[in-house]
């Protein structure tokens, strides 16, 4: 499965649009980006996912380059409530490994009041 | 619509006992997993089902019994708990097993074994 490298820690002010970055340089081309949250020992919380094309929901929007090697993940407007651990996951799309997420470090969120 | 239901949610155990933890969902999904949380790291796959009946290990099953009776219930059990156990386990749910199926993770349920 790709790997994916992502900052241990960001800050952002309240209010502010976060901008979470990932870099799956390896990514194979069936291969989805996930994006999950997890909010102190919380059950993970799916937020997003996309395949080749950027995409937005409620939530968050998620921009994958062209060439699929980074995406980043972004708040429009964070709040207190936003802060989190955020998981960049690469996940493929059928065969061995489409059933589980492999859940690296992440990236502790804090947003700032 | 009540989603992934696990319990308990707290449980303290000692050396050599054994215990289920339960899980249930109501969205009708085929697949379900179990997953463990130790401090400081990401989750591991424990077991999974690809539906009623059918049952496969995955990353780290030493220790972990699971059965699939029914589509809506994916119990765990662990037969004889050891210090090492200690964590908090999480169920998760999807339609299918492919990846562009959303997993749905449960609240969680925190384990410490004395």
């Known amino acids: 499965d790709a790997k994916t490298t992502q900052p241990t820690s960001m800050d952002c002010a309240e209010g502010r649009a976060a901008n979470l970055p990932c870099n799956h340089s390896?990514?194979?081309?069936?291969?989805?980006v996930y994006w999950y949250r997890q909010i102190h020992s919380q059950g993970p919380q799916y937020i997003i996912h996309?395949?080749?094309n950027n995409e937005t929901n409620e939530m968050a929007s998620l921009i994958i380059t062209e060439d699929r090697k980074s995406s980043t993940l972004i708040l429009p407007h964070a709040t207190l409530r936003d802060t989190a651990v955020y998981y960049c996951?690469?996940?493929?799309?059928?065969?061995?490994?489409?059933?589980?997420?492999?859940f690296g470090k992440g990236t502790k969120l804090s947003v700032i009041p | 619509n009540a989603g992934v239901t696990q319990t308990p949610k707290f449980q303290v155990l000692k050396t050599g006992q054994s215990m289920t933890l339960q899980c249930a969902q109501d969205m009708n999904h085929e697949y379900m997993s179990w997953y463990r949380q130790d401090p400081g790291m990401g989750l591991r796959l424990i077991h999974y089902?690809?539906?009623?009946?059918?049952?496969d290990q995955g990353e780290v099953p030493n220790g972990y019994n699971v059965s699939r009776s029914t589509t809506e219930d994916f119990p765990l059990r662990l037969l004889s708990a050891a210090p090492s156990q200690t964590s908090v386990y999480f169920c998760?749910?999807?339609?299918?097993?492919?990846?562009?199926?959303?997993?749905?993770f449960g609240a969680g349920s925190r384990l410490t074994v004395l």
């Open positions: 089902s690809v539906g009623a009946g059918i049952t």
């Open positions: 998760a749910s999807s339609g299918g097993a492919s990846g562009a199926n959303v997993l749905t």
């Open positions: 996951i690469v996940r493929p799309g059928s065969g061995a490994g489409s059933y589980q997420l492999t």
């Open positions: 390896t990514i194979s081309g069936n291969e989805y």
């Open positions: 996309g395949l080749k």
